[in-house]
């Protein structure tokens, strides 16, 4: 077992660090501020080969493995957590569009969001069903070569900043609970669609909303999957976006860990450096040693995805553990740092706020924990 980076991955991984604290980190808390991401950065991040590497060479994506798309997630979530949102929505909607979506609709659109210049969000849950997502209720209704969809989609990240969705809406009977289920990719300028933004405690940068479909015509050629089985065919590409969530979290628990290391060395109190009190040294020791193996953890999930081995249980675990240490760990150093951890001039009560957010969205932990006793009883 070879649990190294090669070359090419550590100079990517060099490069993206560089840009992550140089150009992300000084403006964490701006966005945060003005609750959204400028599309300048996106698009250096495209010019710069940070979104969607994995995808293939024929859409402008550079054939990377998703081992290597992780590393890129994890350093640039290192410098802004919400940053790190982009490049995992580019490859979330990217491997779905590129393998579900006809060859032209895939032309259309991988491009743009390869490059920076167009953002996707995927919209699932809707205000009823939150973990239920096979119930959900939006409606696509066939005439001749469109269909119309109506209703509500709720709690979509990036939903009022983002060019096109990839929507799930049912096309059969509300009995054929996931047999019924189509996605198709829904253009956000599209006749018909509004959207809101909800008040969020973080992720702001990201923001968070309802879709709103009012007879909305999408093409029939713009069905992603065949008709019925879009929530099975597509919910696949979660396994590979739980992984990289995981390591979103993990790496904001890391930088948290070094900033704090160096803190105990610098802070003297009774004469001592504070790295002599065992009463805060020892806690850090154990998160570091949670956060190192939960980073295998979803670097593993990754290495299986690449080589087309199962990753479903894997994937779960990255979800429901990466978001719930990282909340733990950056508590933690929040603490160490006393009554300055606590104000808004370091960065550890934004961190909070945010990694909070994905204890709950995309699969609760409870959601993860019934996939992992799943797969687990297979075997």
């Known amino acids: 077992m070879n649990f190294g980076f090669t070359e090419d991955q550590n100079a990517i991984r060099d490069s993206v660090a560089r840009f992550s604290a140089d150009v992300l980190a000084p403006g964490y808390r701006q966005r945060d501020r003005e609750g959204r991401i400028e599309r300048e950065t996106i698009q250096q991040m495209g010019e710069m080969g940070f979104l969607g590497g994995e995808l293939p060479s024929r859409f402008g994506g550079s054939d990377l493995d998703c081992v290597t798309s992780g590393i890129i997630i994890e350093e640039i979530s290192k410098g802004d957590f919400n940053v790190g949102y982009i490049p995992l929505l580019t490859s979330l909607n990217g491997q779905i569009i590129a393998n579900y979506a006809s060859p032209e609709l895939a032309e259309e659109w991988l491009g743009g969001m390869i490059s920076g210049a167009k953002v996707a969000c995927i919209a699932l849950t809707e205000p009823h069903g939150g973990s239920d997502a096979a119930s959900l209720r939006l409606k696509a209704e066939r005439r001749g070569e469109v269909f119309v969809l109506n209703g509500e989609k709720t709690s979509i990240s990036m939903a009022d900043q983002s060019d096109v969705t990839v929507v799930f809406a049912r096309t059969g009977t509300p009995e054929q609970r996931a047999s019924g289920i189509s996605a198709f990719l829904v253009p956000m300028n599209t006749p018909g669609i509004t959207t809101t933004r909800f008040e969020d405690a973080g992720q702001r940068a990201i923001g968070r909303g309802s879709i709103f479909f009012d007879n909305v015509e999408v093409p029939a050629v713009n069905m992603l999957g065949d008709e019925g089985q879009g929530f099975k065919q597509v919910m696949q590409g979660f ?141």
């Open 239 to 379: 396994d590979y976006s739980r992984a990289l969530i995981g390591l979103q979290c993990l790496a904001l628990a890391q930088v948290s860990l070094d900033e704090t290391w160096a803190w105990l060395q610098e802070r003297q109190a009774f004469g001592q450096s504070l790295s002599a009190f065992q009463g805060l040294t020892h806690p850090l020791a154990e998160y570091q040693t949670y956060v190192h193996a939960a980073r295998l953890q979803c670097f593993h999930s990754l290495w299986l995805k690449d080589n087309n081995l199962p990753h479903n249980a894997e994937a779960a675990m990255n979800k429901w553990w990466g978001p719930k240490l990282a909340f733990d760990v950056i508590k933690q150093c929040l603490l160490a740092h006393g009554h300055t951890g606590y104000g808004e001039d370091l960065p550890m009560a934004q961190r909070l706020r945010d990694v909070l957010g994905l204890q709950i969205g995309d699969g609760t932990a409870q959601i993860m924990k019934n996939i992992i006793a799943r797969e687990t009883l297979k075997k």
